[in-house]
Nanobody, 115 residues
Framework: QVQLVESGGGLVQPGGSLRLSCAASGRIFRLNNMGWYRQAPGKQRELVAIVTGGGRTNYADSVKGRFTISRDNAKNTVYLQMNSLKPEDTAVYYC?????????WGQGTQVTVSS
């Protein structure tokens, strides 16, 4: 069993920045893809960014050029640096980790972008 714990969410002004962290713990044998998803009120959960075990990254078009995903394998941690935040980025952000057997999800952290 793997537990994912997110941190770093909060309330920010438009144009501001936040850095989300997600630390994995438990019975970890392997971490393949790690990523961030988000879900806004009334909308389905959507992919924000993914970083593969080989370090390749993919981003949703809506966040390209503004968000950066990275990982620290020694710490079993994935990060999401969010710059130039917009009100439409407001959502609960969820961490995801693929162990090769199961996908694990964090409980989510709220990001609110508002003036």
């Amino acid at each position: 069993q793997v537990q994912l714990v997110e941190s770093g969410g909060g309330l920010v002004q438009p144009g501001g920045s936040l850095r989300l962290s997600c630390a994995a713990s438990g019975r970890i044998f392997r971490l393949n893809n790690m990523g961030w998803y988000r879900q806004a009120p009334g909308k389905q959960r959507e992919l924000v960014a993914i970083v593969t075990g080989g370090g390749r990254t993919n981003y949703a078009d809506s966040v390209k050029g503004r968000f950066t995903i990275s990982r620290d394998n020694a710490k079993n941690t994935v990060y999401l640096q969010m710059n130039s935040l917009k009100p439409e980025d407001t959502a609960v952000y969820y961490c995801n980790a693929d162990t090769g057997i199961y996908d694990y999800w964090g409980q989510g952290t709220q990001v609110t972008v508002s003036s």
